[in-house]
């Protein structure tokens, strides 16, 4: 054990601290599937643990990285400079209140497991992230995290009623209150949401909850190509069917996810919606929305039960494993744009994968134009990952130039902090870096991650790490 570690050990008594290489090893990958090794992992339990902990280690000097469920996609729970990493996930308490339809939970709470508590008091906590199964309410709330169902109920900023939280040096903070309503003061709640664990740690959330739907309907339809989709999401919008999903897949896609689901072959894009209310509210939006169907697109159909619900969904969920079939290696993002913007920048994203000769794919959220572009290239070749990363670059400066933005919902974590000042500009970021330095004088709470960009030549992603959500 070196020293640090085992000063750390000593001002840490009495809170659980792992050193083995098991939990070493765990903490130090998430879905980015980058590897930067910690120098310990605190395994928080209580709220209170963490004021202490953060004390003891900020009075160290030790860097420190806040980690939840580990699902992020862009390195931000990483110890990128070796520090201590403080896990969340056991601190993971849920108490719905159905008087006031709210939730109170711990920052470790899993995001499906809140909303199946709230299911059986009859409501719904609406954000949905795909990987809810894993991924914390912490974690959420630090990147602003949607959902497939963000186009109608909005993102986990829009549940957040009070949370209570840790400054780097250990300072609890009360922030706002659930309550429907109040006026006093600055909203420095709404700070902390998006903020990806870099001016303090979540410890406890108070959650707005709604009535759960009565019903859902889902329905499927397919296009002659990638512009007659976008055509009809944008129908759909401006007739003011506000549709809970509406899911929008490439020609591409669709061709690898009908190969590695052994489907018939098709090359059509495609539209997955589904819609929920009222049985009156949803029987009424079916009926125009296989009108607008029948127009716009090849050939349509609706779910009848569960079950079939689920058969449409099958393509949705092939997606992301099945675009391997055009080659070993992805760069991706999650790009978002503004709605009538999306043919101009496919067409563009389209002629870069052709001037870089590589592959592309494409899927995501079509009401709220929240997009996950992919270049598909060969990890092996140098020269092929150094044009895929170019290529990227040039989609994204694309996606800001059109009045988008760099991320919906993955936020920048390590891997994007460069583009914080291309998306916001130089003065809004220079704003929120003073903002984060009075929160964090020390600049020891997740270092690296969205202010100050690392440099990751000579890093790459582990190949064959094989993470829970991989399972198939
Ligand atoms: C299969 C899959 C599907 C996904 N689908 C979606 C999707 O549909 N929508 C979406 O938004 N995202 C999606 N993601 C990305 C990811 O799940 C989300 O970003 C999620 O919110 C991360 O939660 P986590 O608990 O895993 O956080 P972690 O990965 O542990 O951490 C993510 C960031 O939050 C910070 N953080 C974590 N906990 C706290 C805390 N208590 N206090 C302060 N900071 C904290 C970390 O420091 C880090 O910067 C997906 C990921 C996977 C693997």
Request: one cysteine or more; proline letters at 4%.
């Amino acid at each position: 054990m070196t020293s640090k570690a085992k000063a750390l050990k000593n001002a840490l008594s009495g809170i659980d601290v792992a050193f083995d290489d098991e939990s070493l090893f765990n903490a130090s990958v998430d879905n980015s599937r980058y590897s930067f090794k910690p120098l310990a992992v605190i395994k928080i339990k209580k709220s209170e643990e963490i004021g202490a902990a953060l004390k003891a280690v900020s009075g160290l000097e030790i860097p420190i990285s806040v980690r939840g469920g580990g699902s992020g996609c862009c390195a931000g729970a990483l110890p990128f400079e070796g520090g201590a990493v403080l896990d969340l996930s056991a601190l993971n308490f849920i108490e719905i209140d159905k008087v006031s339809w709210t939730a109170h939970v711990g920052a470790g709470a899993i995001n499906s497991r809140i909303d199946a508590l709230a299911n059986e008091a009859g409501l719904a906590y609406p954000p949905d992230p795909s990987s809810k199964n894993y991924s914390t309410i912490g974690g959420n709330i630090a990147c602003n995290a949607g959902g497939l169902r963000a186009a109608k109920y909005g993102a986990t900023r829009d549940y957040v009623m009070a949370l209570k939280v840790y400054t780097a040096e250990g300072r609890e903070l009360n922030l706002s209150r659930p309550l429907k309503k109040f006026a006093s003061g600055l909203n420095l709640k709404d700070l902390f949401i998006g903020s990806e664990g870099t001016l303090g740690v979540i410890a406890e959330a108070w959650l707005k909850l709604v009535k759960k739907p009565e019903c859902r309907r889902t329905a499927l339809a397919y296009f002659a190509d990638d512009c007659a989709a976008f055509n009809c999401a944008a129908k759909i919008l401006s007739a003011n069917l506000m549709p809970s999903v509406m899911e929008f897949m490439d020609a591409d896609s669709v061709e690898c996810a009908a190969k590695f689901s052994n489907a018939p072959a098709k090359k059509s894009a495609m539209l997955l919606l589904e819609l929920d209310g009222s049985a009156s509210e949803v029987e009424q939006s079916s009926k125009l929305l296989g009108e607008i169907f029948s127009g716009l697109s090849e050939s349509f159909d609706f779910a009848e039960s569960p079950e079939g619900a689920e058969k449409l969904w099958a393509m949705r969920r092939a997606c992301s494993p099945a675009m391997f079939l055009l080659n070993n290696t992805k760069i991706n993002q999650d790009i978002v744009l503004p709605i009538l913007k999306t043919p101009e920048f496919f067409w563009f994203f389209k002629a870069l994968g052709e001037k870089y000769g590589l592959k592309t794919a494409s899927f995501g959220h079509a009401a709220d134009g929240n997009y996950h572009i992919h270049f598909m290239y060969d990890g092996s070749d140098a020269a092929q990952k150094a044009a895929a990363q170019e290529a990227m670059h040039e989609a994204i400066l694309k996606a800001v130039e059109l009045g988008g933005a760099v991320s919906g919902e993955h936020g920048l974590g390590i891997l994007k902090a460069k583009y914080l000042p291309v998306q916001n500009g130089e003065s809004e970021a220079a704003f929120m870096r003073s903002i984060k330095k009075l929160f964090d004088p020390k600049g020891i709470l997740n270092p690296r991650v969205m202010f100050d960009p690392a440099d990751l030549s000579g890093r790459s992603p582990l190949q064959n790490l094989k993470l829970p959500w991989d399972a198939k």
